[in-house]
């Protein structure tokens, strides 16, 4: 059951679901002005510093992101009932596949947390969303892309490792044609069509023709 419909049931029944939130800050400033802003709102329980393990939502705000702030978040993230944002004044890219890595579901820049985009962070929390600005968002599939070509090819290669002719020769020897047939339908010789077959299974570091057919399948290059 999502938190929206357990929070309509609740409250049909006369008792509001509410979501209980812990706040860790690095000075009493920045906790002060998140709580001001969450106290007002009836589906927020605040929770002091004895109750904080039990939290759906953890909210850590910070300057920028540290060490320290990096250990209070593997630290939560330890802790399977709470879900956490980070509201954060300034933010390095460099720092997002580490916050990702820690647990952090959702991040608000701190200059843009008023009343309604912490309630929203927090409700997206606790119906187990994610929340980024966009610009983060975008920098993070970026990441994530060149992740998944490095674990594609860890020789640092890309999916355009092979020329246009190498991947039709591929293929062709996918679909069991011999060297004479290749070069018969593509109109090469048959030392061109061995000599290009060979320069694909050393430089990619492949065993035999097989090996490199299903090396291409595998990452998509043909």
Known sequence: MSLSTAAHQAGTAGRPYR?????????????????????????????????????????????????????LLQ??????????????GSFESAALQRVIECG????????EADEDRLLHLVLALANGEGVLPGDLLGKLLSHVGSLQRAALDPHGLTLSTLTAREADMLRLVADGFDTAEI??????????????????????QLRNRAHAVGYALRNGLI
Request: glycine share 2%.
């Open 19 to 71: 979501v209980s939130v812990a706040v860790y800050a690095q000075d009493l400033v920045l906790r002060v002005g998140v709580v001001h802003q969450l106290r007002q709102r009836p589906e927020v329980e605040l929770l002091d510093d004895t109750d904080a393990e039990r939290a759906h939502a953890s909210l850590v705000v910070v300057d920028s992101v540290d060490d320290e702030v990096i250990t």
């Open 75 to 88: 630290r939560l993230q330890r802790n399977r009932a709470t879900r956490t944002g980070l509201v954060v």
């Open 104 to 111: 952090v579901a959702a991040v608000l820049r701190r200059a």
């Open 183 to 204: 070069a018969q339908k593509t109109s090469y010789s048959e030392r061109t069509v061995k000599n290009v077959l060979h320069e694909i299974t050393t430089r990619l």
